[in-house]
């Protein structure tokens, strides 16, 4: 038996598909924007911020990266409810991206804090710096640059993460894909395609990525 391959549905799905296709990018630049300032909000609070903080902080990262990120999403749109908060599916899924986003990336940035040396916090009190102002412009864009790839990284994985959210009705690309295959029974053509997409817009975030922090954090040229 040999399987004859048909693509000729595309265009008829089309808008389907690039619906799909600006609902994962919104989700993306959204959980990615909104996830990483929680995250340095977040390592702040767990390297320099008030002690009574860090117990909190710390219990919401390690509730967070050691639960499913599909569980967490489904207690926000499922469970929530039953105690009177409601979110439309993007909200959800904006919501439960930007939570998980932002614990990974506490961690991420946390290290990066930790590597700082002593002597920039000197500095920064030696120039009469407050302590926030010394993060924000001393600690900060040094940390942020030593650990740049691994939270592109992180970041591309929650882009690819994403896929779930077609399990609560957000009509993202893998909605998208279930929604072709169940019109037209082509479940190999419909899932390649959207695995191409996913590839793309992998590749694509990983370069816009490596393209920002390049122009956020030059190298400082060698004496």
Known sequence: MHY????????????I???????TVELTLVGAVVGVLLGVLCAWART??????RPPVAAYVELIRNTPFMIQLFFIFFGLPSLGVRFSELQAANLAMIINLGAYSCEIIRAGIEATPKGQ?????????????????VVLVPALQ??????????????????????????????????????????????TLS??????????????????????FPKVPAR
Request: charged share 15%; net charge positive; aromatic share 14%.
């Open 4 to 15: 004859i391959f048909d693509f000729g549905w595309v265009w008829e799905y089309g808008p």
């Open 17 to 23: 598909i690039f619906n799909g296709l600006l609902i």
């Open 48 to 53: 320099l911020g008030p002690r009574m903080l």
């Open 121 to 137: 916090f000197e500095a920064g009190a030696a120039l009469a710096l407050k302590p926030l102002q010394t993060f924000r412009l």
């Open 146 to 191: 030593r650990i740049w790839p691994a939270l592109s990284s992180q970041i591309v994985i929650v882009m690819l993460g994403s896929a779930v959210v077609s399990q609560i009705a957000a009509e993202d690309v893998t909605f998208a894909a279930n929604f072709i295959q169940s019109r037209t029974f082509r479940a190999f053509e419909a899932y």
């Open 195 to 216: 695995t191409a997409i996913y590839l793309a817009l992998a590749i694509i975030l990983r370069q816009l990525l490596a393209l920002v922090g390049r122009r956020i």
